[in-house]
């Protein structure tokens, strides 16, 4: 079905052919494990049998014949007698007695000598006590009757109790852990140990509603990843730390510096200009995580739009302590999400956090130091000046302080902006010079207590970093305590509360260079050293401005040490959730959860800055508080042992509440005292939201034996954002999901596969919108004209009080096949996804009065293929060697837009001449940009002055990216592990503001070019080059990035006479080197917006960090 | 198994009834829906919104983004009202810097159509606000008339209208049309003030005063006629004759705005924000222009008043120098189309005027206070333009009488700015009489520049210099000037228009233009 699929599709079939090579590679790796599996051990003893109507009791004595097996059994019992046809073929003896015996009412147990005891089966009582290799109970572990539908979970201490024969297989599994069968025997209290599972196969995830499914039974694709995975090699932001690990997932960290936003798009975007970010539910609770965007009404963060000019205000995420997270489960498909429904159709990802687990400490340290990355390549012929000509004095040198049109570097004394003269040489430093050596340390220190019915966990990190920018930096103080109690029988109660303080100092500016530390350090003249800027302030506290022509070119020191960017948040995510069981099985889930923060945002744009800032000073204070409630009831019932039925039904509730009052104002009354009373002018804003919506569904999971299963679900969503006042507005919409699940492994008589199944799922969800939409209203500006209060329209977007809510439909085929005993397995997933009717803010001409219309448009569709393909190659007592490869090949397509709309401009680079548009029929954020103008013998045709003429604006490639890779790898050695990560990006474009501003400012080494045989005209000359061919700064942002690298030793604990129970000390590294890149001077990774991708400016540079981790249990 | 039917059944049940409970409780979600701190069309008065269109006609609340560009950077400089070295001044050199010449269609869309679009709208069939509406078309008429005067064919009849026609792109308008429209309107608006109805009161310029709107009206109708004498002169004349003697009657009836310094960017005057430096340093690198000076100078124009040196004495100090010259036989303007390079043929410091920056004159203080005033139209423009169709077409009364009294009061007026400007009727009166009209057309002209230049009104002098050709302006020599040595006619499209929704009418309109899609393209009324 997939291989038709490919074949199908003609206009590209060369990237599918480039996706056949990149197999390729994975076919190699097969080879060697071909080469690697070990031959025969006792128990893999096989038989080959072809008998006709056969008694059973003849049967065994065949398999006496073939194998050094013995059977011990009363012949009396007539089920011996029974007769029966068999035909099997070099059959594990051990995988052939289950199907002689249970059938036959019989059970069996096998010693290590091979003898094999057969006895009538009878009903038994088995319980028993599930842990891990450290003895802690496992609380919600799976206990399946192997062969059958039926199925029970440990409960909090870890026990479970069921009903079951002798003979009969049961297979305990547990999300992180390897699965393991046990034939049960006379033994019927039973002690099972779990193994960590590090090829991370994840036989049981976490599913939508925190349902704990085993992946086996699940029509879809979940990944998950373990909590460990995040805090080797941290990540500030751990959305971050996701990079590479997971197939069909991009994360791009942004160049937003500090406590900056990360963008995460599943299986390509699907929105054409609402938020492309999944849903995070912690521990089932939603959590908002908007970044500040274009539709973000936060009118202080970097919303990516040409004027911006603001910090990045960071995302809900990054506020996470990866120390806290026990597992990460990626829910792809809408056929995994469909019971979020509208809040689904980004994809969601389900965070679990860490429950007490035993008794104990646990303690880790982690330091890292960051340092800068110049990914520059300016030219360095030319110094400081203008018309090719050094400056002639100071003033001189001052009014065209950012220009590098000067003349040729001779190391002759030049005066400079601040009139003293220096060698006129190339300062090729000044990156490294500005930035610092940054470091982040953080501290974890976790509490664990188990007692009779319940256990605690309280954890306290500290989070302290220094940037790389001069004084920035950014502190956060996690607090989580969780409680699960049993306080009754089959009563759950779970309680949790993660407590967050973040406090960032000094996010930088991005994108234009008024107050930007970093646009001032990287367009730099080529022959001034940035170390000469400083003092960067008069005695009198006036900026020392180094380009007086143009004093929005802030002093980088001044904007790095006297601008004051910083924010505070608290966040206090609490959950609260009870399961009640009753003895019929019948069970009754409340759940209720809040996420409530508040933000303080506090900026000062002191006196002395050159340019007037628009508020001397901003104080903003923000409430936010996200409340979800849901209940649900669900029982399972066996229809014999074959059949099994879950029904689920549930409802749910959310509002969603904000306000932000902001404080603002102009000119101190008393110079150097920053406060929101000391100013002459003030003003106040204040803006509130609110949503609610109602939400009732159900499921219904059908099993067959155990290895068909068969989901399906419906959600109906009522949305308060689509009620229009006055208008009887249709308000919900229903989300249908069927999915199926086959393990075919269990019919197959292979040895080389281990497991195998096939999923399908079609679902359908969709994606909310935002208040206030369906009604022009009015308000007033925060000024008044000599008291006279000026009135004015209250949203700059046109309202629409019919829209109807959007739908977006996915088909997704995947297979899961382990081979050789686990030692290899492929997770393969072909998905198509149509999204409908989104509602959109769509920009328009601003002589339309409004800078967009919100509208119910167009269509867009992904399709792809991700491929995740693990194996060990080499495993023996002191070394192994486990990789995996994930890759994902998305195609994005706009269909359509509105009615009325050729083409949706997305957003416009600082620059004018750059754009970002969705156009139907191409992928979705196309790179526009002016091509050359042609003459009709296909020559550029030139303007009087030589430079290109404007042709016409030209689509040059989607900026998003087409192609996703990750290679892990882990080996071990004794004691020693090593680990490293390497991940590539393909096929997307970006729009270089960079490279744009390197040709006005002479930077460029495209500048060179003619350069003295254009005299004084060069720099009109290549501005013009600039606007008129633009199409010169569209870079293919492709690159593969040595990712990360860990180098760890752990002691065993006996070292300490198991005082200490283990301890860990690795070496990490992140974002080590590139291996490849495309771009001249950026970061291919380096859009200024978690929202879009594509443009780029002013910008941090890219950071190494490494650094060392330590781990203690106590 | 009948336990089990029995739970599905009760399941069903549950989700049935939940189904229904949840239906009924979506009947608040209107209001939850209703932004709290906003109110509806129903209940906010229009005059508020009024209060803000007349506002953002002085600039934009964004840091006089486009005053500072259009009125400033180009027509200020290009007119030799200005004169500045500063690298970016791009109007000083003829060059053409796309991201200024589109700022006034940007922030005049946005922050001038919309409210007073919606204003228009909201009032049109609404009997409380008849006085409202009218007055609300004559600004719509003043706001349309600069736009289109910058850029010739342009959105009229579709924009603004987001709200109301739910359109996603606007059609570009033939200037000719505009012209004609806005015509009709103001007389018919002007026609219907009705001293009986409603009281405007969010006007903040004549505070209501419905018999100095009337004459505001026909003021500007004669604006409008006489920029079609080029091109429509039967036009022209017609409104002209309409009109005459129904304009403002004296300086106590001047349109102007005062600005208040509370508000910040929102509510400080928008000249004076860019010229106090507050964007950088304009307030030390521009000067008034040596040929407007020496125009002044070479008659003993008492406006020479307008000029100060020594008033900023350092580029880094935005303090003003308490002690400012202000003898008249100290000014002197700046040239224009010099920098601060090198190459002595454009070096400010290589020009024989130069002494110190300082000693270039600088518009005076009290023009430029942050709660100053902003001329919007005056009795002295009237008159001049009463004094050219008298002269043209020998209506009205005689055009030496309107001649002086234009003159008179464009002297007189500059007090409104300030209590230090103010010149005495007597100073006033004598220059009138030493200097009566003698040339006709072109030293009317050179009136309405001298005029406007001091009302800082730099679109208006552009705009009558292409008219009129007056006064004879000596274009500036620049090496990498984009106009091959002429002075720019008009402000190109935005470059963004070719991005968005209107590329095809943008590209229509762009073919359309006489000369081209560019600065020296001509506009429908600026007829070759």
Redesign the interface.
Known sequence: MIKNDLLQVHSNRHLYFRFIIRMKLTLIMILLFLLNVKGNVYSQQKVTLDVQKTKLSRILKLIEDQSDYYFVFNPGIKNFSKEMSLSVENELVLDLLPKLFKKNGLAFSVSESGLVVVNQQKMQTVKGLVTDLEGHPLAGATIRLKGSSIAKATDLNGQFEMEATSGAVLVISYTGFTSKEIILGAETNLKIELVPDHMMLNEVVVTALGITREKRTLGYSVTQVNGESLTQARENNVANALVGKVAGLDVTSTAGGVGSATSVIIRGASSLSQTNQPLYVINGVPMENSPSGIINTNPNGNKGSQWDNAPDMGDAIGNINPDDIESISVLKGAAASALYGSRAKAGVILITTKSGKGSGIEFSSNFVLEQVMDRTDWQYVYGQGTNGEKPADGAAAAQVGGSSWGARLDGSSVPQFDGISRPYIAQKDNIENFYDNGHTWTNSLALNKSFEGGALRLSISDLRNKSIMPNSGLDRQSYSLTGTFEPINRLKIDARANYIIEDAKNRPMLSDGAGSANYNAVFLPTSVDIRDLKPWKTDAGQEIPYNKGNPWDTNPYFAAYEIVNNTDRSRLISSLSARYTLDNGLFIQGRAGQDYYTNSYFSVFPEGLAYSAPNNLVSQKMRFSDVNADMLIGKSFSLGEDFGLTPNIGASYRNTKSDITTNQGTRFLVPGVHTIVGLKNKSVAYAESEQEMQSVYGTMELAYKDYLYLTGSVRSDWFSTLAAPGLNNKLNVVYPSLSGSFVFSELLESNSISFGKLRAGYAVVGQATDPYQTALTYNFKSESLNGAPLGQISYDYIPNSSLKPSKASELEIGTDIRFFNDRLSLDLTWYKKRSEDEIIRVTIPTSVGYAQSVLNSGSIENKGVEALITGTPIKNDQFSWTSSLNMTFNDNKVISLADGLDEQLVATSRSGVGFLKNIPGMAMGQIVAFDYAYDDQGQIVKNADGTPKQGDLKAFGSAYNKWFAGWNNEFSYKNINLGFLIDGKFGGKLFSGTDYLGYIKGLHKATLENREELGNLAPKFYENTANNASHLFVNDASFIKFRQLTLGYSFPGKLFNDRIKALNVSFVGRNLFILMKKTDNIDPESSYNATFPGLELGGMPPARTFGLNLNVKF | MK??TK??KL?GL??FA??AI??S??KD??Q??????????TN?????????AQ?TYTGS???AYETWRANLIYAGTMMQGLSS????WAGDKYLNT??YT?AY??RA??EQ???I??VVEVTKTNPKYKNLHQVARIWKALVFARLTDLYGD??YS??????YM?????KYDKQQDIYMDMLKELEDAVSKLDAAADQVS?D?IYDGNLDKWKRFGNSLILRLAMRLTKVDEATAKAYATKVIGKTLQGNGENAFL??????????QNRNS?VLLG????EHYYVKWSDTFINALKSKNDPRINVAVSKLWMS???KEMNPNYVSDPAQQKGMPNGKD????PAYRIGSHPSYTTMPDYSSPHPGMIKRNGITFILTYSESELLSAEASQRWGIGAAASTYYKNGIKSGITFLGQYDPALAITDAAAEAYANAHPLTEGLKQIGIQYWLHQNTALNFYESWANWRRTGFPELVPIVY??SDTQGQIPRRFPYP?????????EYYKAAGAAIPGGDNLTGRVWWDKQ
């Open positions: 336990m089990k739970s599905l399941m549950i989700l939940s189904a949840f239906q409780c979506t979600f209107e939850i829906n209703t932004d709290p701190v906003a109110y509806g069309p906010f008065d229009p005059n508020f919104t009024f209060s803000t506002l609340i964004d840091f070295v500063v690298s970016y796309p991201w589109s269609w940007e869309y946005a159509v919309k409210p679009v919606d342009i959105p579709e924009a603004g209208q987001g709200y739910k359109n996603l792109s606007t969010g903040v005062k600005h208040d310094e509370s508000g910040a960017r929102v509510t924000q507050d964007g950088g340093q580029d880094g100090v601060l390079g090198n190459n090496s990498t470059v963004s228009e070719a991005a968005n929704s209107n590329a």
